[in-house]
């Protein structure tokens, strides 16, 4: 008897072991759900925003990701038509959005104020959500637009272009859209 149980579960092992030839596999019955005539639903966690799913950028977090600067419902309140996509820029990696009245570039600097650049002290100073802002104009072929400096911290800054679409383009000035911009940057790495 224990001979013939001994060589049963040698038989078994061989089969578990070699498995059965030429078998296709398919899901185990435990991982196929079947639908219930009438499913009962589960409880889930509240919806999330995507702000609050995603923790707030770090000036350093932007200078190597620049489009996690705005988070979904800046770019609701900023009417951002077309979303943020990462471009090139000579002075490191930069994101670009579209809004109403202006096509915004932000590029940012973790470890130089560029507002107290000696290259740019000819623009006006100014303030953006209290913080120390330089603002010029600028041109580009027929469009007007403004390059926006400003300090988030000490040795630290954003700059933001923003480029109207040409003369009698709907939406507000690329002065105010660069500025709410701004705003929203600062608003969200405060």
């Known amino acids: 008897m224990q001979r013939l149980t001994v060589a049963f579960a040698l038989v078994l092992m061989g089969v578990v072991a070699c498995g059965v030839p030429d ?5 185990t ?11 009962t639903p589960k409880p889930t966690a509240p919806p999330t925003t995507p702000s ?10 932007l200078a190597d990701h620049p489009c996690q600067a705005l988070a979904h ?5 900023l009417n951002v038509v077309i979303d943020g996509a ?15 009245g202006a096509l915004v570039t932000l590029t940012a600097y973790p470890t130089t104020d560029k507002t107290r650049d000696p290259g740019v002290q000819q623009l006006t100073v100014s303030t953006i959500a209290g913080h120390r802002a330089l603002l010029g104009q600028i041109t580009h072929g027929p469009d007007t637009g403004y390059m926006i400096f400003v300090m988030t911290g000490p040795g630290q800054s954003i700059r933001l272009s923003a480029v109207g679409f040409g003369p ?8 105010t859209v660069g500025k709410n911009f701004a705003a929203a940057i600062i608003h969200r790495l405060s």
């Open 86 to 100: 990462e471009v090139p820029d000579p002075s490191g990696n930069a994101c670009q959005w579209g809004a109403p």
């Open 23 to 27: 078998r296709q596999t398919s899901p």
């Open 73 to 77: 419902e800046d770019a609701v309140r």
């Open 52 to 61: 609050t799913a995603a923790a707030k950028p770090t000036i350093a977090g």
């Open 168 to 175: 009698g383009a709907p939406g507000p000035d690329p002065l």
């Open 29 to 39: 019955a435990s991982s196929v759900t079947k639908p219930t005539a009438n499913p």
